[in-house]
């Protein structure tokens, strides 16, 4: 990871701190995935290290889960409702309020955890395949050496 960075950063800069390209940051924009850079009147793009932390979290997701585009978003804005809910939280001490955001929680983890276990899911079927395909490899070997 790289360290904090205290100022705005074009478009170029956070494409080479992610390890993507400008054109991916653009794109998860136009999908909603990442918010899209701030822009003075005829001014660049500028992110924060925010944005910076967005993408890398886009990419570890993509990368770890194999989620579509759909999915991933889903994922994200659950985990961005959490955020706000954990700010929420730590801005009351009302028991009534803390009730309601932490059930508020539990239902973007719900979701969270749907899309991860469908993910595993799909794995652990891509797996057993592959365990058949090995086996009945194997057989054959034996048969071929009896």
């Keep these: 990871m790289s360290a904090v960075v205290n100022r705005a950063l ?3 800069e956070v494409a ?4 993507t ?17 701030d822009r003075a009147q ?4 500028s992110y924060t290290e925010a944005d910076v932390e967005r993408v ?7 990368d770890l ?6 999915q991933l978003s889903e994922l994200l804005a659950a985990e961005t409702a959490r955020a706000e809910l954990r700010r929420e939280y730590a801005q009351t001490e009302d028991a009534a309020a803390r009730a ?4 508020e929680a539990l239902g973007h983890i719900a979701t969270q955890l749907s899309l991860v276990r469908e993910r595993r899911r799909e794995l652990e079927e891509l797996e057993r395949e592959l365990v058949d395909k090995r086996r009945t490899i194997h ?5 071929l050496d009896g």
């Design 16 to 19: 080479e701190l992610t390890g």
């Design 139 to 143: 057989k054959r070997l034996a048969e």
């Design 10 to 12: 074009r478009i170029g």
């Design 100 to 103: 309601r955001i932490l059930d």
């Design 42 to 45: 005829g001014k660049h793009r």
């Design 65 to 70: 889960l194999g989620l579509s585009l759909e």
């Design 56 to 62: 890398r979290e886009i990419i570890r997701l993509r």
């Design 21 to 37: 390209t400008p054109r991916t940051i653009r794109y998860y924009e136009e999908i909603g995935l990442l918010a899209g850079g």
